[in-house]
């Protein structure tokens, strides 16, 4: 499956190919013999460590030496000391002492997001290396969207189970910003959720169309109209929305042409299918739901048909960090997605790209 991002098969050492690349950028070296003709501003560069930029991202964002010490189980002047190594070997000062707070000074506010970027770099990296130490342990962090579960997690999850009863899995459903954020941080192997930030660092594979529809009531009026539905048809119903950091709720909130953009906010708001459950139990208003999600339960007890005209669909992703490495269970477990997607009956219109 080729969508112009890395396929999720990659080696270690594409990821500690990109590790080095940043350390590079960010104008940092590991320590190393140094030539007899390098010149001293090479010399100090070397001395500057990943313990050197975990103290200085630590009292950047407590703004304390006394908290950041703390954070770092060293003792304040063992802190002070390293940071004050790292303000020579810059040749900048990093950090304006008050009595009350200690803050970035404005030349090294930039470094911040470059320092953050190596350890996180850094922290994958061992993280992918202790991912094939595990395959041989046996666990799987996923995260996917609530309204994934029934229908794509759940029989994925039953067929590999029979193949691998050894293994064991841990499942974190939530809203696409969530997943995004939680895979970005290595706290997950990979999710399944629509695409809502995009970040640079993070692959976003499609593999799921999923049809957009109305969810209402049983007795609601809208199902009086027997033909096909639009979404003009739901202009005059009262309409419960979801909200921006859901990949459900962005993609309708970023089509105005859809009716829906101005109601919202005016509107009931869910933050999840559980929660629109709810609220659709009080009776008199409507929804929009993919197919998927308006089929799983509890929200399949309402009344559910496709909108057209236009018709709508939610791209649904295999997320996964940039250039990275699965363990051999993590890979089994996406062949076995991928393969029950290609072959189930009971999708309701939802289809494998």
Same mark, same amino acid.
């Given at each position: ?8 098969? &990659? +080696?270690?050492? =594409?990821?500690?190919?990109? !590790?080095?690349? @940043?350390?590079? *950028?960010?104008? %940092? #070296? ?55 190594? &790292? +303000?020579?070997? =810059?040749?900048?000062?990093? !950090?304006?002492? @008050?009595?009350? *707070?200690?803050? %970035? #000074? ?248």
């Amino acid at each position: 499956m080729d969508h112009g991002r890395s396929s999720p098969r &990659l +080696e270690i050492g =594409a990821r500690a190919q990109g !590790f080095m690349t @940043t350390m590079g *950028r960010a104008g %940092l #070296t590991f320590r190393r013999p140094i030539s007899g003709c390098a010149n001293k501003g090479r010399k100090m560069a070397a001395r500057i460590s990943l313990r050197h930029l975990r103290c200085f991202v630590a009292v950047a964002e407590t703004g304390s030496f006394t908290l950041a010490a703390g954070r770092l189980f060293q003792t304040q002047s063992s802190l002070t000391a390293t940071i004050q190594q &790292l +303000e020579v070997s =810059a040749g900048l000062k990093l !950090f304006d002492r @008050t009595t009350r *707070r200690v803050e %970035l #000074t404005r030349d090294a506010a930039w470094f911040k997001a470059v320092a953050d970027r190596v350890l996180r770099e850094f922290d994958n990296a061992i993280s992918d290396l202790q991912a094939v130490a595990r395959s041989q342990q046996g666990h799987i962090r996923i995260a996917a969207a609530p309204s994934l579960m029934t229908h794509v997690l759940g029989p994925t999850l039953a067929s590999f189970r029979q193949s691998y009863p050894s293994i064991s899995i841990s499942v974190t459903d939530g809203g696409s910003d969530k997943i995004e954020r939680a895979i970005l941080n290595g706290e997950m192997e990979f999710g399944i959720a629509s695409r809502l930030n995009n970040f640079p660092d993070l692959d976003y594979v499609p593999i799921l169309s999923d049809p957009y529809g109305v969810v209402y009531p049983a007795n609601h009026p809208i199902a009086d109209l027997k033909r096909d539905l639009t979404w003009k048809d739901l202009e005059p119903h009262d309409y419960i929305g979801l909200t921006g950091d859901t990949g459900i709720g962005a993609l309708l909130d970023k089509n105005p042409e859809l009716g829906l953009q101005g109601r919202a906010a005016a509107s009931d708001r869910a933050s999840s299918t559980t929660s629109l459950y709810a609220l659709l139990s009080l009776g008199g208003k409507l929804s929009v739901l993919p197919a998927l999600a308006a089929n799983s339960a509890p929200l399949s007890e309402f009344e559910f048909r496709l909108l057209y005209s236009p018709q709508i669909t939610r791209e649904v992703c295999l997320i996964t960090r940039h250039q990275r490495s699965f363990s051999p269970n993590t890979q089994r477990i996406l062949d076995v997605l991928l393969a029950t997607i290609k072959n189930s009956d009971h999708l309701y219109g939802a289809k494998a790209i």
